[in-house]
């Protein structure tokens, strides 16, 4: 499995954007960059994923550096419901996400 | 629709006590995932059934067996509890076709159970 770092913890203002980095120096070309949030006492949600290319949704955007080994999900405006700890995983399907200790996100108002 | 569900919530066990965590889900999915987190600490994967009638050992598979009773139910049980499995449970499933999502794997997760074993 690859390896993963992320800040421990991180802070940021309400309404403003919020930039999670992820390192994966070394993933393999198989792998794709999933990320999950998990809010203060509740099960992970899924956020979003991709391979090589940036990917938006509704919730996030993801920015994936063009060798691969670094990753950076972007919340565009946050709110106080984004306060949770955001885990970015590498994966290819075989059915064992591994959760590291992700990036615990505060959010001030 | 209710997602994943989990049953008990909550749960305080004596050392040598056995229980079963009973999870459920209603979207049909194929994949079903036990999952354990400890204070502090990410998940780690304990046992996942890929399909009704399979299972498979994850990270952390001693102490626990499982059961795929059909396709929507998923149960943990602790045959002997031990201090060291004092934690919160989750459950998960998901619709993984790897081929066919674009890599996409979103699991689904079910509110966890807490668990002390004294």
């Known amino acids: 499995d690859a390896k993963t770092t992320q800040p421990n913890s991180m802070e940021s203002n309400e309404e403003e954007p919020v930039h999670l980095p992820c390192n994966h120096s070394?993933?393999?070309?198989?792998?794709?960059i999933h990320w999950y949030r998990q809010l203060p006492s509740q099960g992970p949600e899924y956020v979003i994923h991709g391979l090589t290319s940036n990917v938006n949704n509704r919730m996030a955007s993801l920015a994936i550096a063009e060798d691969r080994k670094s990753s950076t999900l972007i919340l565009h405006r946050a709110t106080l419901r984004d306060a949770a700890v955001y885990y970015c995983i590498p994966y290819f399907g075989n059915e064992k996400l591994t959760f590291g200790t992700g990036t615990r996100l505060t959010i001030i108002p | 629709n209710a997602g994943v569900t989990q049953t008990p919530k909550f749960q305080v066990l004596k050392t040598g006590q056995s229980m079963t965590l009973q999870c459920a889900q209603d979207?049909?999915?194929?994949?079903m995932y036990w999952y354990r987190q400890d204070p502090g600490m990410g998940l780690r994967l304990i046992y996942y059934s890929a399909s009704e009638g399979t299972t498979d050992k994850g990270e952390v598979p001693n102490g626990y067996n499982v059961s795929r009773l059909n396709k929507r139910e998923f149960s943990l049980r602790l045959e002997s509890a031990a201090p060291s499995q004092t934690s919160v449970y989750f459950c998960?499933?998901?619709?993984?076709?790897?081929?066919?999502?674009?890599?996409?794997?979103?699991?689904?997760f079910g509110p966890g159970t807490r668990l002390t074993v004294t």
């Open positions: 998960a499933s998901s619709d993984l076709e790897w081929g066919l999502a674009g890599g996409r794997d979103e699991q689904y």
């Open positions: 979207m049909n999915h194929n994949s």
């Open positions: 070394t993933i393999s070309g198989t792998d794709y």
